[in-house]
């Protein structure tokens, strides 16, 4: 069963470039993204930074249908983005951390990773639908073996997700999500995106609030995912240009809503362009110049 | 032809202005406390009774006005203190329950002081006349109109100009920084449910004046329109308010002069959820959804959208213990109600059927608004929806009981899905508010719709019929037919909880936002949930129908809604054995207090009113 269902994913799944042509988003008077031009090849680990109101956290609302874009067009592999709604998206394969880290307080840490798994269990997107809602009804009151053993298996899968975080969240399954610590409530985040087998990870600042020790605990799992899972994209946003480094083999940096840089870490966070933008000395001068 | 049109548009803007000053009043208070206050209606009842009492006692009309508008602000400072400030740490629907509570007690407390009835209100100006065109004024419209406009003007130059609106306006827009440049913003909120009550004092002696009467169920109907007004324009916007009790009072009397008197309040509930599915924001309004449902800012909080969660991070103050009883238990539980009939008491069955109903409908309302976090405050429509399935398609024609059952169950369930449909795109607060208009429109059908329901005169002579060749007219097999359904329900609901169903429920209450990005057809779930809940309202209404033998729209009114909505914060929000239990205490509770039967729905608001404030979880925790 687990792998029939792991066989019918990957007949599914058509992991592809994520292409972002002409992306522009305006609130108001304000270009939070401005012609945003760029394309991820699937199994790439690309890292955004720019300073703060760059437009990095838009683009993945953009990414992940939060916000809609006023022009332009967002494709993942065979599909347009552009405009749908965001479950729908995340069915497709897109998964995501939020930049504010949102699990569902009131769910166990087990309960929170499991509602990640429900697109598996009903299918959809990627899957044939498998449950709709009347037969997931009927296989709920009158316990249908179909539905349960799928159940089953995605409770499997939860557990190996959780247990990917060493004993930071699995001997923690029963507590409730709003009992966990900051840096624990960002993981348990990233286990929900990671329990759904996406195609697509967007990371918004994973490691913002974390300690040294713990931004390194999460560099490595994320290096190590990258590693186990080639044809995984992860797109994150970071600050800490440290983690950047260590993980990305690209980096684009934004400003005022617009792509400065797209280089290797090394070029881009030695580019001249990259200090101005951080630091604002030029932008100033020519301001007054 | 055109002078039907003026005379309309002339009342429109006339009435229209009435409903700017109470939507001027929610959108104050909105705006600074995001809260909708449900009291507001209940704000401009109190202030035409003050001024009615005060010109008994020999006042001029000016002088009463006034003294009685100060007296209405200092009330409105009340229910601040009472509703608001207290439960800064509870869940965030508890501001929100705690102004229906106010409002519940101040409707009954001012039947018990002035009597039910309506009484005349003293107009001095109606005599006097002017035409316009071929349409006319009376003296009142136009007080009405000048002073009005006299009050929205005063109003927008010192919020604009003085340092206090300035601050209110810097309360709303943001309290934490308000609070850090040294404005007091408890007391901002105070002045604005001053203003609030002010406001809304003002608008009842204007209605008062303007209907020639006065009555203690005024503040409901006036209180929806002005909140409809307040919507429509953009709910935290001033001016928006302004706009949208003009075009509501225009849009309401063109429709009772072409369309008929009786069209009036439906066309402006229709409106209300018209405006909430299409431009929730209202025409003039900029804030996004999440402005409506008090989304938990950034500031170290856990995101979540949940009512149930606290604003102030506390959330593992209301979720210590919960109750959790194995399904087996609370079907013996069930089975050992069985047994009343052998007490030989009729009056002991009677109420104990009352109490299964009861049980039913907590327990479909906590799947909804505790489980899924659709706030209901019409779920009362459903309720009648069943019976008078029942009624009709029995008494008229001649469906046999096992047939009634399956159209009061799924006919109610589809109903449930398809009148939740305006509410799921919306959060926290404004659900509560469509799905109240939804509640409403339920009302008014029932009452107005004669032909099918017999309006006010109700339906009598509903026959039990026979189930399964069993004659059901013995009052004890309707009690055990109503146990029967009672279990079958609690299994349905207990079996979906415990589901990746009720999961998913939950995990849309919890945070919206993440079960989107999680991938959870969130749509679909709540349309389960809303469907699920129908089906076991309709139930209900079937057994309710059979047990009374009548039905009449009076069993389904905004205040049985508001009892149900105490059963579940009672029995602790999306706990279904609380939620039976609650529902059973809650349905004998007019049976100990049947001496004191005016006292009833006071004792109702009280009862919510202290839940909310010292065990905000209910008694068997949320869920």
Same mark, same amino acid.
């Given at each position: 069963m687990s792998a029939a269902l792991t066989q019918a994913l990957a007949a599914h799944r058509h992991p592809g470039a994520l292409v972002l042509e002409g992306v522009t988003r305006r609130f108001g008077g304000l270009v939070a993204t401005n012609e945003v031009t760029f394309t991820v090849p699937g199994g790439e680990l690309l890292a955004i930074v720019g300073p703060n109101g760059a437009g990095k956290s838009t683009l993945v609302q953009l990414?992940?249908?939060?916000?809609?874009?006023?022009?332009?067009?967002?494709?993942?592999?065979?599909?347009?983005?552009?405009?749908? !709604?965001?479950?729908?998206?995340?069915?497709?394969?897109?998964?995501?951390?939020?930049?504010?880290?949102?699990?569902? !307080?009131?769910?166990?840490?087990?309960?929170?990773?499991?509602v990640g798994t429900q697109v598996q269990l009903i299918g959809g997107g990627r899957l044939p639908r498998a449950f709709n809602t009347l037969a997931e009804t009927a296989s709920v009151l009158f316990g249908l073996p179909a539905y349960a053993a799928r159940r089953r298996l995605l409770e499997d899968r939860a557990e190996a997700t959780l247990k990917l975080f060493g004993d930071r969240l699995w001997p923690r399954r029963d507590a409730p999500a709003f009992s966990l610590s900051y840096a624990n409530r960002r993981r348990l985040e990233i286990a929900r995106a990671l329990v759904a087998e996406p195609d697509l990870l967007l990371l918004d600042e994973p490691t913002a609030g974390m300690n040294p020790t713990e931004t390194g605990e999460l560099a490595d799992?994320?290096?190590?995912?990258?590693?186990?899972?080639?044809?995984?994209?992860?797109?994150?946003?970071?600050?800490?240009l440290q983690v950047v480094r260590q993980l990305a083999s690209r980096v684009i940096v934004m400003n005022h809503g617009s792509v400065l840089v797209d280089a290797t870490p090394e070029e881009a966070l030695a580019d001249p362009r990259v200090v101005t933008a951080y630091l604002g000395r030029a932008e100033t001068s020519h301001a007054h110049g | 032809m055109i002078e039907l049109f003026l005379s309309q548009l002339l009342n429109g803007l006339v009435i229209g202005s009435v409903y700017a000053l109470i939507a001027l009043g929610f959108s104050l208070v909105f705006g600074v406390a995001n809260l909708i206050n449900f009291a507001q209606g209940a704000l401009l009842m109190l202030g035409a009774f003050f001024a009615f009492t005060l010109i008994q006692w020999g006042l001029p009309i000016v002088v009463a006005g006034l003294l009685s508008v100060l007296a209405t602000a200092a009330v409105g400072m009340l229910v601040e203190r009472l509703a608001l400030r207290p439960l800064r740490n509870a869940p965030a629907i508890a501001p929100l329950l705690s102004t229906l509570a106010i409002a519940v007690i101040a409707d009954a407390g001012a039947e018990l002081i002035w009597s039910a009835e309506s009484q005349p209100f003293p107009s001095p100006l109606q005599s006097f006349v002017v035409f316009v065109g071929g349409a006319f004024l009376t003296g009142v419209d136009i007080a009405t109109f000048i002073v009005s406009l006299a009050v929205m003007g005063g109003l927008m130059i010192f919020l604009s100009r003085s340092w206090t609106g300035r601050a209110l306006r810097a309360t709303a827009q943001d309290p934490e920084a308000a609070a850090?440049?040294?404005?007091?913003?408890?007391?901002?909120?105070?002045?604005?449910?001053?203003?609030?009550?002010?406001? &809304?004092?003002?608008?009842?002696?204007?209605?008062?004046?303007?209907?020639?009467?006065?009555?203690?169920?005024?503040?409901?109907?006036?209180?929806?329109?002005?909140?409809?007004?307040a919507l429509l324009g953009g709910l935290a916007s001033i001016p928006g308010a302004v706009l949208g009790g003009f075009l509501l009072g225009i849009f309401e009397n063109l429709a009772s002069g072409y369309v008929g008197e009786g069209s009036r309040d439906l066309i402006a509930y229709s409106l209300l959820i018209l405006v909430l599915m299409v431009r929730p924001q209202g025409l003039l309004g900029t804030g996004k959804l999440e402005a409506l449902g008090g989304v938990g800012g950034a500031s170290g909080a856990i995101p979540t959208t949940s009512i149930i969660a606290s604003l102030g991070g506390a959330t593992a103050r209301t979720r210590n213990w919960v109750l959790r009883p194995k399904l087996w238990m609370m079907l013996a539980a069930i089975a050992l109600a069985a047994v009343?009939?052998?007490?030989?008491?009729?009056?002991? /069955?009677?109420?104990?059927?009352?109490?299964?109903?009861?049980?039913?409908?907590?327990?479909?309302?906590?799947?909804?608004?505790?489980?899924?976090?659709?706030?209901?405050?019409?779920?009362?429509?459903?309720?009648?929806?069943?019976?008078?399935?029942?009624?009709?398609?029995?008494?008229?024609?001649?469906?046999? /009981?096992?047939?009634?059952?399956?159209?009061?169950?799924? &006919?109610?369930?589809?109903?449930?899905?398809?009148?939740?449909?305006?509410?799921?795109?919306?959060?926290?607060?404004?659900?509560?508010?469509?799905?109240?208009?939804?509640?409403?429109?339920?009302?008014?059908?029932?009452?107005?719709?004669?032909?099918?329901?017999?309006?006010?005169?109700?339906?009598?002579?509903?026959?039990?019929?026979?189930?399964?060749?069993?004659?059901?007219?013995?009052?004890?097999?309707?009690?055990?037919?109503?146990?029967?359904?009672?279990?079958?329900?609690?299994?349905?609901?207990?079996?979906?909880?415990?589901?990746?169903?009720?999961?998913?429920?939950?995990?849309?209450?919890?945070?919206r936002p993440a079960a989107h990005a999680a991938g959870v057809p969130v749509r679909r779930y709540l349309v389960l949930a809303a469907a699920t809940s129908g089906l076991i309202a309709g139930l209900a209404g079937a057994q309710f129908a059979w047990l009374q033998a009548f039905v009449s729209p009076d069993s389904f009114v905004l205040?049985?809604?508001? /009892?149900?909505?105490?059963?579940?914060?009672? &029995?602790?929000?999306?706990?279904?054995?609380?939620?039976?239990?609650?529902?059973?205490?809650?349905?004998?509770?007019?049976?100990?207090?049947?001496?004191f039967d005016d006292w009833r729905m006071i004792v109702y608001g009280l009862i919510l009113l202290a839940l909310l404030r010292f065990r905000p979880q209910g008694l068997g925790g949320v869920r």
């Open positions: 990414i992940t249908g939060f916000v809609r874009p006023d022009a332009g067009r967002i494709r993942l592999g065979p599909h347009d983005l552009t405009r749908l !709604p965001p479950e729908r998206i995340s069915a497709l394969g897109v998964a995501r951390s939020f930049q504010t880290s949102r699990v569902f !307080p009131g769910l166990t840490v087990l309960e929170s990773v499991l799992l994320i290096a190590q995912l990258h590693a186990d899972r080639p044809a995984l994209t992860i797109v994150m946003i970071e600050h800490k | 850090q440049m040294g404005i007091d913003v408890a007391l901002m909120r105070q002045i604005a449910f001053g203003l609030a009550g002010a406001l &809304g004092a003002l608008a009842g002696i204007l209605v008062a004046m303007y209907y020639q009467s006065v009555f203690p169920q005024m503040g409901v109907p006036f209180g929806i329109k002005g909140f409809a007004a009343l009939p052998w007490l030989g008491s009729a009056y002991i /069955v009677q109420v104990a059927a009352g109490c299964a109903v009861f049980a039913m409908l907590a327990l479909s309302l906590t799947l909804l608004s505790g489980s899924a976090g659709i706030i209901s405050i019409g779920h009362a429509a459903l309720f009648g929806f069943g019976a008078y399935l029942c009624a009709i398609l029995g008494r008229n024609h001649g469906w046999p /009981v096992e047939g009634i059952l399956a159209a009061a169950a799924f &006919g109610t369930a589809l109903m449930a899905a398809v009148a939740t449909l305006p509410a799921i795109r919306l959060t926290g607060h404004a659900v509560a508010l469509a799905t109240l208009a939804v509640g409403q429109v339920g009302y008014l059908l029932f009452l107005n719709w004669i032909e099918l329901t017999r309006g006010p005169m109700g339906i009598a002579g509903i026959s039990r019929g026979t189930l399964l060749g069993i004659p059901m007219q013995p009052l004890d097999r309707q009690y055990w037919l109503a146990l029967l359904l009672l279990a079958v329900c609690y299994v349905i609901a207990h079996r979906l909880l415990e589901s990746p169903i009720g999961r998913s429920w939950r995990a849309i209450r919890e945070d205040e049985t809604s508001i /009892v149900l909505i105490s059963m579940v914060v009672l &029995g602790g929000m999306g706990n279904i054995a609380g939620a039976v239990i609650a529902g059973v205490l809650l349905a004998i509770l007019p049976e100990a207090l049947r001496a």
